[in-house]
T-cell receptor
Framework: DAEITQSPRHKITETGRQVTLACHQT?????MFWYRQDLGHGLRLIHY???????NKGEVSDGYSVSRSNTEDLPLTLESAASSQTSVYFC?????????????FGPGTRLTVL | EDQVTQSPEALRLQEGESSSLNCSYT??????LFWYRQDPGKGPEFLFT???AGEEKEKERLKATLTKKESFLHITAPKPEDSATYLC???????????FGAGTTVTVRA
């Protein structure tokens, strides 16, 4: 069955370190998204991609970057981790043009920055 | 600016006590209104998409409805397994990004 996976599921790091969160989908979807979820804020969009080599900033992109070298993967990099980036991160994907544009989510990565 | 607001923030129900969750939205051209269920420690799980005012969709004890300014998620005779956070999100015309509300956390006591 097609799915979307994230790794690691839990990560503890120190302030100032570079961290990369992986997202892999086997739906063959063109669209991929990264969100963070914090209490009281709901899901906020960090970066998104509408295809290979395409990347765009979301509403909370400062301190994060993404690159899309193939259809299946959209890794999220925290250039220099800060305590404010402690959060739960979700990856999602969707396929445009199929009438629903439904986004399907991964299981999440809980990141703690000490 | 697109906005999606959900109310109430939390809802505590007795098993069998029906209720409704509200999602109000202000987007410049709605293409679709999505409902998701999220269990603790998991990613959001897709429930419904509504595309036009007057549309309704049902799944077991859940029914979602849409008007021009808001959507409702009705929970009929809930069971403890319906306890979760319910998220709504709006999809704007000519875009693929979702704008999410903060969610309503529903707790159903046996």
């Amino acid at each position: 069955d097609a799915e979307i996976t994230q790794s690691p599921r839990h990560k503890i790091t120190e302030t100032g370190r570079q961290v990369t969160l992986a997202c892999h989908q086997t739906w063959n979807h063109n669209n991929m998204f990264w969100y963070r979820q914090d209490l009281g804020h709901g899901l906020r969009l960090i970066h998104y991609s509408y295809g290979v080599h395409d990347t765009n900033k979301g509403e909370v992109s400062d301190g994060y970057s993404v690159s899309r070298s193939n259809t299946e993967d959209l890794p999220l990099t925290l250039e220099s981790a800060a305590s404010s980036q402690t959060s739960v991160y979700f990856c999602a994907s969707s396929e445009p043009g199929q009438g629903t544009d439904t986004q399907y989510f991964g299981p999440g990565t809980r990141l703690t920055v000490l | 600016e697109d906005q999606v607001t959900q109310s109430p923030e939390a809802l505590r129900l007795q098993e069998g006590e029906s209720s409704s969750l509200n999602c109000s939205y202000t987007v410049s051209g709605l293409r679709g209104l999505f409902w998701y269920r999220q269990d603790p420690g998991k990613g959001p799980e897709f429930l419904f998409t509504l595309y036009s005012a007057g549309e309704e969709k049902e799944k077991e004890r859940l029914k979602a409805t849409l008007t021009k300014k808001e959507s409702f998620l009705h929970i009929t005779a809930p069971k403890p397994e319906d306890s979760a956070t319910y998220l709504c999100a709006a999809l704007q015309l000519n875009d693929y990004k979702l704008s999410f509300g903060a969610g309503t956390t529903v707790t159903v006591r046996a």
